[in-house]
């Protein structure tokens, strides 16, 4: 009985972690289709149809290419960098509640790894983590640019994460817990914490954005400024990690967004539908509606990224300090407000 | 003073409003614009594949004209090298032998006659130099190739395909 439970989790965590995987890796290619598409072009369509072997062609280039370490880089550093940045990327998506719990041959199986009680917290302690990874690898490379890159990346982390943790304190007033398992099943149906809190999930969307380091907040590889930002010295798989990571960070936040704010598993009329589908085809089916929003989500992350130019540096930490943190205490303040004197 | 053209514009410089500060709405009609841009149709032209249809007046790869007979029209006076901006063209005279009528039009012809394809900048002056209408560019784009060698264009190249009678 213990046994088959933890061959489950384990099945369960390599599913998870190839979905994540093929996620991140077709990310590459519909970040390059879908730029296609807003700027009037085709894409990338040579490699198999449509383009669809793409991805492939393009991680065998980075494997086939020669390791080239600086003669004036730190090597352990070097290396340490952008595996600490996949690591941290990957193991996050292990307290997201991916749907309900799936009975497959009168077995109860729940769709997450674990449901432990601080989720949040958790996801909080891993991204800040993954700057870790840009620090060190910007740091080891001996370049100025990566070096103002690593700088800029952790810097902006710092302030932005500020915002953000403030923005999910006011979630936390209306949900009452830290567990993501929990947070999920509270907005069972049409209940979805965005409802409640509008200016928390933009604060939060903002902030994702700054976190994962994409457009318009991508300026830790602002190429005009800084030639590559902090991986500048990177070459090989060593990049190709980086790069990863910064897809499989933009899966992950999109999914973290999905569970917190936009009812995770949950869909209008799905009890109706649990009935029809039964107990196994239910919850999987609630598994594709996250699934689905989780890729609208990084269909929009992609839309900003070919609509909005950077900002400028200093405009990044005007916004982050004096915007986000004041809207965001302010947003406490009015859920307080609310939660007191209205429930 | 009065401007010449009326169409002077004074800009005021207006701070901007709540809104355009709170830079959302500009966003989200950026937004909308680049969505509607994503269900248009591509402007790509797939090259090797699909071509673009060049202009009449197109200066492309060097022809060297042969006449109504399937002659070979050009003398190898040589206007054509001289007037070459770009230096390009190359050529060797030679007299025409006896039972080679059918095969040039004037006595002297050019036996070598090769442009490089590099250093040619498509002017279209040679064509415009040459008193014997004997050279066009009328032809596709230079094709690339490996070796710069390999771009200096000879007669194999350059002469017309000879007439099929
Ligand atoms: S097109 Fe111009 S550059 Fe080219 S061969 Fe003729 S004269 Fe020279
Ligand atoms: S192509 Fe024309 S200009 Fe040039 S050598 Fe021949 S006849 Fe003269």
Redesign the pocket.
Known sequence: MELAEIGIKFALVAIIFGISLVVAMYSTYAERKIAAFFQDRVGPNRAGPFGILQPLADGAKMFLKEEIIPTNATPFLFIVGPSLAILTACIASAVIPWGQNVVIAGRTIPLQVTDINVGILYIFGVVSLGVYGVMIGGWASNNKYSLLGAIRAASQNISYEISMGLSIIALLLVTGTLSLGEIAQQQHGWHWNVIYQPVGFLLFLICSFAETNRTPFDLPECETELVGGYHTEYSSMKLGFYLFAEYINMFISSAVMVTLYWGSYNYPGMDYMNELLGATWGPLFGFAVMFTKVLLFIFFFMWVRWTIPRFRYDQLMDLGWKVLIPLAIANIVVTGIWITFFS | MESLSNKKKVLEVKPLNFWERAYLPAIAKGLSITMGHFFKKPVTIQYPEQKREFSENY?GL?SLKRDENGKERCTACGL?AL???????TMTAAERQKGEEHLYREEKYAAVYE?NML?????????E?CPKEA?Y?DGDIVQSDYLRKDFIYGKDKLVEAPLNQ
């Open positions: 200066r060097h054509c007037s070459c901006p770009a230096e390009a063209i442009i250093r040619c900048i498509f002017c279209g002056l040679c064509e130099a050279i560019l």
